[in-house]
């Protein structure tokens, strides 16, 4: 088994990409496997290369664009999800038509370190999918100065990565949608660093830049924290969300049931979940593979994204009692706070990203922290429907899973047990599967965009 790297990418090549039609890239249908051995109708593809200066860095389970493995091995048939299928799989066209696409909401992303080329790149992403540029995008430094981009640095290289990714998928999604960009400037290491400084980020975009939702793509393993008072601490801008209204969400995480030590080569040989995604305050966003034809249509339903050495996060909380809300899945969650609560695709979608060090390029992407903004897409959009702010949105989703309401698809296919190092040796870590209703691989599963924002607004599409 080889383990996985974080932040290792799959460049698509530029000329070929540009020379692909608006709907995808490329011009022609594969089945995919990953290292799970899972198929995979992908999108239209295109010759690409594995981008050796992204590779080696340190295993960060949910750090940046992830390596997508291409059919028997290789990187020569590689592919990428675009805009457009996804908007299709989602069910997204009949909100925008219908003008509902994120118009007079703001999106709040948290990155550690940002990237230097954001606004080209998602220029250039924009362009090539014919997608308008965001009413207003902006980038902010609210917990203090953020050093300067150094290429030689790998963590600011991952970070680029997940800057890229959060800000074009949010974007891709609610296209109406304005976007705040936070940055802060001390690297987030589990639970021993940078989460103060992105705390305070998120506090600033609550209170001062009107946020509608915020996603964020860190995570750190609960058992990483010194103690449950030393995690308590840093939750309270969650509780300030609730009061002013804004959605919270996270990535579920890439390590299936298990999680990294702090020692970060290292990952737990029994069940544990990430924080902020286990926080009852913040929904938790698990991860799916799609099954799609080249437009985007299902051909398959989905199953937990799992590829064998990272996989959608999901189990219960070490910390958290189970929170009122879940009290009907108490036979699946127990006592304590059970996670995911929804998923999204996880798996194969297109980045552009041109940062110093790294050959400019179109990218295939995979990983929850794909997931998490690609849903904040979806929340934005349905804050513009209900004209004013959704909040803690936990509650409504479980009464919705609970009366089978149609904005949720349920995922009866899949597990999140996953190979990983403990203690030097390969092992597996057994997960959950999905089965029908509830389950700890993806909550209760994936989405109907059109009907999940007309039920989360509690209004219909205007006539």
């Known amino acids: 088994m080889v383990r996985r790297r974080a932040v290792l990418v799959v460049a698509v090549s530029l000329m070929a ?48 664009p992830r390596l997508v493995p291409g059919v028997g091995g290789t990187a020569s048939t590689l592919q990428g999800y675009s805009p457009a299928q996804m908007w299709v799989n989602y069910n997204m066209y009949p909100l925008y038509k219908a003008g509902i696409n994120g118009r007079g909401r703001t999106i709040g992303l948290v990155d550690v370190y940002g990237s230097p080329t954001i606004r080209h790149d998602l220029a250039t992403f924009d362009a090539r999918f014919d997608l308008p540029a965001p009413p207003s995008f902006k980038i902010i430094e609210p917990a203090g100065k953020v050093p300067a981009f150094n290429a030689k640095n790998l963590e600011m290289q991952g970070w680029a990565g997940e800057t890229t990714l959060d800000v074009e998928w949010a974007h891709a999604m609610a296209p109406g949608a304005s976007i705040v960009l936070a940055v802060t400037g001390v690297d987030e290491v589990e639970g021993t660093s940078g989460v103060p400084q992105i705390m305070a980020a998120e506090n600033y975009l609550i209170r001062y830049e009107h946020v509608a939702v915020i996603s964020q793509s860190f995570g750190a393993t ?101 929170p009122s809300w879940q009290d009907g899945v108490a036979s699946t969650v127990g006592s304590r706070r059970g996670m995911p609560d929804v998923a999204m695709t996880a798996y194969g979608t297109v980045i552009y990203i041109s940062v110093p060090g790294s050959p400019a390029g179109f990218y295939a992407t995979a990983g ?16 513009q429907l209900r004209n004013g702010a959704l909040g803690l949105i936990n509650p409504t989703l479980y009464v919705l899973g609970a009366i089978g309401a149609p904005g949720l698809i349920d995922v009866t296919h899949g597990n999140n047990s996953v190979l990983v190092p403990v203690n030097g040796k390969e092992s597996l870590v057994k997960g959950y599967e999905a089965v029908r209703g509830y389950d700890l691989a993806s909550g209760w599963g994936t989405v109907n965009g059109t009907e999940l924002v007309q039920e989360l607004a509690g209004r219909s599409i205007p006539a």
């Open 368 to 383: 929850t922290s794909l997931s998490s903004p690609m849903f904040a897409g979806i929340v934005a959009v349905a804050a």
């Open 17 to 64: 990409a540009l020379g692909a039609g608006a709907g995808g890239v490329g011009t022609t249908d594969h089945t995919m496997r990953g290292a799970g051995g899972a198929r995979a109708h992908a999108a239209p593809a295109t010759a690409v290369h594995r981008t050796a200066a992204l590779a080696g860095l340190r295993p960060y389970f949910e750090r940046g």
């Open 222 to 322: 609960e058992e990483t924290f010194p103690s449950a008072d030393s995690l308590m601490d840093l939750r309270g801008v969650y509780g300030e969300a609730e009061r002013h209204g804004v959605t919270i969400l996270a990535a579920a995480g890439d390590a299936g049931a298990s999680g990294q030590t702090t020692n970060v080569n290292n990952y737990y040989g029994t069940p544990v979940v990430s924080w902020p995604a286990s926080d009852p305050l913040v929904t938790a966003v698990g991860g799916t593979e799609l099954f799609i034809d080249s437009a985007g249509h299902p051909t398959d339903p989905p199953a937990v994204w799992n590829a064998a050495a990272a996989a959608g996060g999901g189990g219960v909380s070490e910390f958290f009692a189970r």
